[in-house]
């Protein structure tokens, strides 16, 4: 009879007989760029290449950074980058000519790498005869933030003449950063008004306990603190990973 | 402008719940967001119209739950609610703290329209509709 006057369809019920169906998911919105950017950091593991995503806005001096840190390290740390922006490969052509192998990825219109992107870009690359990935992210303090590329770390850069605010104005990414570098300090003497201390109290008000390097590309200043960082990255990568001495760069 | 990015991650994710559960249609999206996922609501609540045009989530309705920022304290252990840029421990004023929340970019759950019934409803389904 219930069968008949449908009053077995009950307020409980209602849904299920009406071909309605609440679903939890729980899951990551980015689910499927955090699975791709887990399989890139697979790809760098099996290689023992330490992988090092520079964010900052645009012209705070990643490409000047990464040009005075292939001069530094030479035959010591093999090095290699991709290069993300949204047009040109002005700055891939400055990298190689430092004679270090770089994979330009010029993304349209698109404001941040993704997952995906760094993938495609890692097929052009021998990671083999790598010891660190520098991905020198879109030039935006905001949306490569919240994309996880497989990175191992997170290096945030703040140049001098943006101001010390940048991380209180900024916290999704700089909150997201294991190392801050204060970039461009050779411009110190003309911008007093940029203090180092309240940028890192900035920084610290973030919950985030990152080492904070004042460097200058310039003049090469603090940048030995820098290569130290990134052979100690490298250094504590193997020996996590436990990769056999004799496959670690010459 | 990532925004736009995300809600299609958002379309493939709720597609691919409706195929497997025999939804047809998706008529309500319900999501956790954070202030400190770096993603705005308002900016994804519009992306999502663009996003969705032309799939079976083109007339779900899209529920966004704020997450609130709050934090726990290493020194003290106490837990707190906290600025996006100031996240620092309310009772003793330390910053070394860990996120509780506010970071959230959840996909919680939809509602799925046009379900292929489970064989017990399907049977009473029918006979109501005689």
Request: aromatic content about 4%; charged content about 20%; glycine content about 8%.
């Amino acid at each position: 009879m219930c069968d008949t006057c449908g009053c077995n369809v009950t307020p409980g019920n209602r849904d299920l007989a009406e071909g309605r169906q609440a679903t939890q998911v729980l899951g990551s919105l980015l689910k499927v760029n955090d699975h791709q950017a887990s399989h890139n950091r697979v790809h760098f593991n099996g290689h023992g290449v330490l992988s090092v995503n520079l964010m900052s806005s645009p012209g705070a001096g990643k490409t000047a950074l990464l040009e005075a840190t292939a001069e530094l390290l030479d035959g010591d740390l093999r090095i290699g980058v991709i290069e993300g922006d949204l047009e040109t490969e002005n700055d891939a052509d400055r990298i190689r000519a430092c004679g270090v192998p770089v994979v330009q990825i010029c993304t349209g219109t698109a404001c941040h790498l993704d997952a995906h992107m760094v993938h495609d870009a890692l097929h052009e690359l021998d990671l083999g005869s790598l010891d660190v990935l520098f991905v020198e992210n879109v030039g935006n303090l905001v949306c490569p933030a919240s994309f996880d590329l497989g990175q191992h770390h997170n290096v945030a850069l703040l140049s001098t003449p943006e101001g010390d605010d940048k991380p209180a104005k900024y916290p999704v990414m700089f909150r997201s950063a294991d190392l801050v570098l204060l970039t461009k300090r050779d411009l110190a003497p003309y911008m007093p008004e940029f203090d180092a201390t309240k940028a890192a109290n900035y920084v610290r008000q973030l919950g985030n306990a990152a080492p904070i390097l004042e460097v200058s590309s310039k003049t090469g200043g603090g940048l030995g603190d820098w290569t130290d960082w990134l052979r100690r990255g490298v250094t504590e990568l193997r020996t996590n990973l436990a990769v056999p001495s004799a496959s670690l760069g010459s | 402008m990532h925004e736009l990015a995300i809600c299609q991650a958002l379309i493939d994710q709720v597609t691919t719940v409706a195929r497997s559960n025999g939804a047809q249609r998706v008529s309500n999206i319900t999501l956790d967001v954070g202030p400190l996922s770096g993603v705005v609501p308002e900016l994804l609540a519009n992306a999502f119209t663009v996003a969705a045009a032309g799939t079976l989530a083109e007339a779900a309705g899209l529920t966004i739950n704020p997450a609130p920022v709050r934090v726990w304290c290493k020194s003290c252990q106490a837990e707190s609610d906290a600025k996006v840029n100031r996240l620092v421990c309310a009772a003793c004023g330390d910053w070394r703290t860990v996120l509780r929340s506010g970071d959230e970019l959840l996909l919680r759950s939809v509602v799925l329209e046009e379900v292929d019934p489970a064989p017990t409803l399907q049977d009473s389904e029918e006979k109501r509709h005689v």
